[in-house]
């Protein structure tokens, strides 16, 4: 078992469970049910996280994860025309309305 990724919430470890599972991979939420214990753990071990069972998955379970990204946890891109740094929320350059060019190339990398 490996962690795929450490959610905000608990329903983002299940949309992303959901999305997993869509594709036929194997995956759990670790931490599903501490959220409502608040009390003596430590903030740090309430995060969900998402495992996938079985390491043949890892590689599709990453790509799933490309495509589901949370708007708030999208970095700040530099626009390739003019240099400036956008938000990451911005599909286009505030300045020269350039589009967005994502580094990674999902389609080349996940089926
Ligand atoms: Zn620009």
Sequence with gaps: MKKLYTAGDIIEAQLLNSLLKVQGIS???????LQSGVGEL??????PEVWIMEQKDWFSATCVLETF????????????????????????????RAHRIVD???EGGCL
């Design 104 to 106: 990674q190339d999902i």
């Design 27 to 33: 995956s759990l939420i670790k931490n599903e049910g």
């Design 69 to 96: 990204k949370p708007l708030d946890t999208l970095e700040d891109w530099m626009c390739a025309r003019c240099s400036l740094t956008n938000p990451g929320t911005f599909e286009t350059c505030w300045s020269c």
């Design 42 to 47: 430590p903030f740090v071990e309430m995060w």
